[in-house]
């Protein structure tokens, strides 16, 4: 396993010579041995603790343990902190041990793979973990690729071979790969024996789809890209052997270069959680200053006394150094109120919120059998605290199934289907579609209803056939023909799937292809394409083209790409049809269709000759090989003639507007980053109810300098201000454009706006000087469009919205192109859709429908942070009225450091006896229904503004936990000092008063909780009562004869808890410390239920005067129905819903409900907070520098 991890010196570029092992060895590049574990049987312990105690919160009990072993500063045994952070230290360490056995298990598993290799003419099996770099490996059909090849030869013509990336980028289409025509005809071992070419390339890198490098061989030089490579982790498929050169092993594999670890991402709860643990430790250390100056104090007063018969101990020998060490005494008793079984817990929790989402029914995909996946754990509480989501959306708003719908041919549109009258008609009312029984190559699934299409083919009209040449032509989709005429076709992505599919119906069938061919039908005849070039798409260049041979020796180029890049590379002799089209294009984007423009060249032999040679140069290139093709291919694709466009439909997915209203209502803002053209991206936005008609405008940003944008800018932050003024709110707009107030007072303006802006746009508005410009318009707005937008703008976009505005940020896309986006944001959302796994292997969670997320927020994502800000609410609570008592009994115990609990107590208090109560509590606590989440939305904003849990709601935690320590020490203490028991002797003895403490403790604690929890289940039930009922067997079991019998020295106060608890006075002074704690705290609570009520409240109380007048409602709903009523709900369900939607009444009351609450405003408290939240976040003298925060 050494090899695995010896390290290297860094590459510039790799040198792999085949069949020479001893020349590639002096060079140390990795072998194919994977090591993913971490640690081994040596190294576990050691490493496992080092890591752990990274945690500042371990250290710090380690810290604590350390100093109870001092036994002139321990006045607690030091198993009470030993027990609870080796079980900590336990449970982490095996779960880590766990998932490195796995680790270890598959790391085996995989090395120990056999592999043919080529050694000294002869094919040997070795395991996977023993092949080097300049080996030659022979695999068969359906083997996994053992590391990163170069193809060689394979068993199909042409050097061919195909295989499936599914475990590298989640795509399950066959991909086609190729070897170099001089080494294609190296399928004969003895001739790869002898085989003894050079290759020089990149150094490892984790870029899947880019390869560069150079074979030498037989003084020659032969361009190699990514088409020539097999990676590790693809399978073989329908080939049956190729032979591949290994380039990059083990670790340097593009796969294994992949897997680096992502950011980790902590929630804004556990950052304020560390602040405020600091706190509390700067707290620990105040009250240890305290008590230890009142110990100098008292035994330079009172104790040097008492030197005779109570000496101080023989290391202390003054008042001051007495007070030092009562410092570190008190540091250790006072310790539990930050207890490390917190951390413990809130992970425990988190884990369970996570598996309720895994578990939910209703976020499965029946048709996908997909259920939602929570990826981590530690973000569940952040969902819900969204206030942006960016979303893709061709996969994530739409299906991204794609249908052929319309197209242009030469300045004429097919597509739309008219009835007799000539009016254009719609769906329901259309014919039967197109008969295509004609070719009995056709896919019958493939629908298609305007006749006047198929007529133009049969009657041979030649723009039509070329525009379906093209289409049949141009693309890289693979065939399969597994029964004669039974075509299969396996495309990269569904839009060039359903253009191939179009060109077979319509007579242009797509058979087959070699390396250097294209085989068609056109209508019925076989004609085969010479293929010279392949000039493929990527998302810089927008287009793809390949240049063709026909039979008849003429030279073409056909080419289609977005209609942005494809229009200006035209001959100005398009120009009349260009307007044409132009029109039809923006018809096809008006109704929300995608949109390609198909163009074609024609060549002469003598250029493309020159061409050639000159592409065949720079693919030699060994610096700025991209750059160099990419000015190569721009030279040649100029000067086109047009064909005409491609219109295809991606429909919405079920689901969408509703989802994006009811998360609208939740104050959560939807900004749509896609690559699709402007009018497409509208259009989809009004489909899903992003933008209305109701809206006051809709802002389109389309300049091409920085000053046009600007300007557009500044006029919509005017127009927003100047209806503003119209409207008359009452606000002053005296400030500058420039002040950082802006943000606050364009959010508060009356009207909906909406902003579109375009992708060159969007380049100039992310520059430092204009980020501040752009996003303060953009957050006034209630919807935000960008379109032709690449994956770098996506997350560039949503890292500014992070870096100004203190907000929680959610990505959500489906594909490769959001992955960046997914990494960046504060949560990512995987789609799982038709765009393979790579969003959903980089997001936090993911799910196969895009309406799934209103549950994931509203639902899981409101319980989760609703639970987790509970949950900490009542454990600083616990440990503070538990931890305080000590500080109160200082000052009666001359300050030495005396606990007043139990030793056992105090170790059990926070495992044992509160531990499985609050557990509960955080994992199943609610506080309305899940149907009442999704349909109050507003309840949702609660957590957008950190209402449960802050530094306000933390102190008053702490004052409550204070106040009941108060109660907890002083109620007893009054009591014991005049009280007697039944036979009249003194009831005063430390150990009664330890027991009656403890037992009023965890009674006052098991009583709040219970007041807290808002969702009582059977689990709620026996935790809290099972909690109390083991607390009184443990107490008497420790004070029980038959304890005392077997450890004499630990446990010597036989019958002092059935004697206390036998006395009247002692549970009169339980009782009477809990109702004294407990009342004010239920007063407080009903005053407030009844005259300022949360939201949730009200929904609570609304759900009971339902149920209770149900009947009376029934008949005045049947009473007082107006006939307008009946019609407008009766027409449409669906329609009324969203009609209320975007009115923004999303709370209809019951009448009893609403007259209750009338002089009461609901959210408009939550509203006075987003307001001083927003004012205070932005304060005029910061100017525009400062961030701002929203």
Known sequence: MALCTKKRPPEEERRARANDREYNEKFQYA???????????????????????????????????????????????????????????????????????????????????????????????????????????????????????????????????????????????????????????????????????????????????????????????????????????????????????????????????????????????????????????????????????GNAIWEYEVGARFQVYLPWDEAVDSAFFSGFLSFWSYIIILNTVVPISLYVSVEVIRLGHSYFINWDKKMYCVKKRTPAEARTTTLNEELGQVEYIFSDKTGTLTQNIMIFNKCSIYGHSYGDVFDVLGHKAELGERPEPIDFSFNPLADKKFLFWDPSLLEAVKVGDPHTHEFFRLLSLCHTVMSEEKNEGELYYKAQSPDEGALVTAARNFGFVFRSRTPKTITVHEMGKSITYQLLAILDFNNIRKRMSVIVRNPEGKIRLYCKGADTILLERLHPSNQELLNTTTDHLNEYAGDGLRTLVLAYKDLEEDYYEEWAERRLRASLAQDSREDRLASVYEEVENDMMLLGATAIEDKLQQGVPETIALLTLANIKIWVLTGDKQETAVNIGYSCKMLTDDMTEVFIVTGHTVLEVREELRKAREKMMESSRTVGNGFSYQEKLSSSKLTSVLEAIAGEYALVINGHSLAHALEADMELEFLETACACKAVICCRVTPLQKAQVVELVKKYKKAVTLAIGDGANDVSMIKTAHIGVG???????????????????????????????????????????????????????????????????????????????????????????????????????????????????????????????????????????????????????DDGTQLADYQSFAVTVATSLVIVVSVQIGLDTGYWTAINHFFIWGSLAVYFAILFAMHSKGLFEMFPNQFRFVGNAQNTLAQPTVWFTIVLTTVVCIMPVVAFRFLKLDLKPELSDTVRYTQLVRKKQKAQHRCMRRVGRTGSRRSGYAFSHQEGFGELIMSGKNMRLSSLALSSFTTRSSSSWIETLRRKKSDSASSPSGGAEKPLKG
């Open 31 to 293: 072998s194919n041995c994977i090591k993913t574990s971490k640690y081994n049987i040596v190294t576990f312990l050691p490493v496992n603790l080092f890591e752990q105690f990274q945690e500042v919160a371990n250290t710090y009990f380690l810290f604590l343990l350390i100093l109870q072993l001092i036994p002139q500063i321990s006045s607690l045994s030091w198993f009470t902190t030993i027990v609870p952070l080796v079980l900590v230290l336990t449970i982490t360490a095996v779960k880590d041990a766990t998932d490195d056995y796995f680790r270890h298990k598959s790391d085996n598993q995989v090395n120990n793979r056999q592999s043919q290799v080529l050694i000294s003419g002869i094919l040997q099996q070795e395991q996977w973990m023993n092949v080097r770099v300049g080996d030659i490996i022979k695999l068969e059909n359906n083997q996994f690729v053992a590391a990163d090849l170069l193809l060689l030869s394979s068993s199909e013509p042409h050097g061919l071979c195909y295989i499936e990336t599914a475990e590298l980028d989640g795509e399950t289409n066959m991909k086609v790969r190729q070897a170099i025509p001089v080494t294609s005809e190296l399928g004969d071992i003895n001739k790869l024996a002898k085989f003894d070419g050079e290759v020089i390339c990149e150094p490892p890198n984790n870029k899947l789809d880019k390869f560069s490098g150079t074979l030498y061989w037989k003084e020659n030089k032969f361009p190699l890209s990514n088409q020539n490579m097999l990676l590790r982790g693809c399978v073989l498929r329908n080939t049956e052997w190729c032979f591949g050169l290994v380039i990059f092993a083990g670790p340097d594999t593009k796969l294994m270069q992949n897997s680096g670890r992502t950011k980790f991402k902590r929630t804004s709860i556990d950052r304020l959680m560390n602040t405020l643990v600091l706190w509390i430790f700067g707290f620990l250390v105040c009250m240890g200053v305290i008590l230890a100056i």
């Open 831 to 981: 789609i799982s859709g038709q765009e393979g796994i790579q969003a959903v292997l980089a997001s936090d969670y993911s799910f196969s429908q895009f309406k799934f997320l209103q549950r994931l927020l509203l639902v899981h994502g409101r319980w989760s942070y609703l639970r987790m800000c509970k949950f900490l609410c009542y454990f600083f609570y616990k440990n503070f009225a538990f931890t305080m008592v000590h500080f109160w009994f200082g000052f009666f115990c001359g300050f030495s450091a005396q606990t007043v609990y139990d030793q056992y107590f105090i170790t059990l208090y926070n495992i044992v006896y509160t531990s499985l109560p609050v557990l509960a509590m955080g994992v199943f606590d609610q506080d309305v229904p899940e149907q009442r989440s999704m349909e109050y939305p507003k309840l949702y904003e609660p957590g957008q503004l950190n209402l449960l849990f802050n530094k306000r709601e933390f102190f008053i935690c702490i004052a409550q936990g204070i106040y009941t320590s108060v109660l907890m020490f002083f109620i007893p203490y009054g009591v014991f000092a005049e009280a007697t028991r």
